[in-house]
């Protein structure tokens, strides 16, 4: 059983075109993280939220955190070739002792 | 300020060896994670140690395969008479607090052949 699902599983968009990439839950999280995993690489952390409709913004990314703290959205504005990589979310239960990773979304800008 | 440390990169072991993976935290962390990735698949959680202790390890085959976090020194995962279907990336993160924000290794690569 999948506690995170992502989507679209798969995405390949142009040079300075706009992107959301959700994770979604019927579980609900304390904290839910982002991740940025390329070839042959560990997992890069880009953003923790912890409260329920929290936004935050990291340059052309805007993370944002469902009211009911069960899912999550990744916004890309004006994607470059560098943005390529697998995004994946992750989720801590309030009683969990691990983190719960989504599917993953595989992005690929083409120039 | 040194990152997860994790060392070999890569481990090329036959059928039937041990293989040991080492995973040395972030400064400060005391809480250590384990987790397997497949090519084309996420991450899945084996287990979960803090410093000596085993919290969780709901997620470790029960056979061949232990964990271990001592009060001096890495953590290190153990892979006894390997199996080809042992091979993965296997990746190691930390936290400074329980379910806080974890920060990841650059993971071990590893092969049986």
Known sequence: ???LEQSPQFLSIQ????LT?????????????????????????LV???TGGEVKKLKRLTFQFGDARKD???HI????????????????TPTGNQFYFGTGTSLTVIP | NAGVMQN???????????????????????????????PEEGLKFMVYLQKENIIDE??????????????????????QQVVRGDSAAYFCASSQQANTEAFFGQGTRLTVV
Not at chain 1, 15 to 18: A, K, R, S, Y
Not at chain 1, 77 to 92: E, V
Not at chain 2, 18 to 36: D, F, I, N, T
Not at chain 2, 58 to 79: C, N, V
Request: hydrophobic letters at 30%; a positive charge.
């Open chain 1, 1 to 3: 059983t999948q506690l």
């Open chain 1, 15 to 18: 040079e300075g075109e706009n």
């Open chain 1, 21 to 45: 990439v959700y994770c979604n839950s019927s579980s609900v999280f304390s904290s839910l993280q982002w991740y940025r995993q390329e070839p042959g690489e560990g997992p890069v952390l």
């Open chain 1, 48 to 50: 923790t939220v912890v």
């Open chain 1, 72 to 74: 999550s959205s990744l």
């Open chain 1, 77 to 92: 504005t004006a994607a470059q070739p560098g943005d390529t990589g697998l995004y994946l979310c992750a989720g801590a």
């Open chain 2, 8 to 38: 070999p990169r890569h481990l090329v072991r036959r059928r039937g060896q041990e293989a040991r993976l080492r995973c040395s935290p972030m400064k400060g962390h005391s809480h250590v994670y384990w987790y397997r990735q497949l």
């Open chain 2, 58 to 79: 709901s997620g470790m085959p029960k056979e061949r395969f232990s964990a271990e976090f001592p009060k001096e020194g890495p953590s290190i995962l153990r892979i």
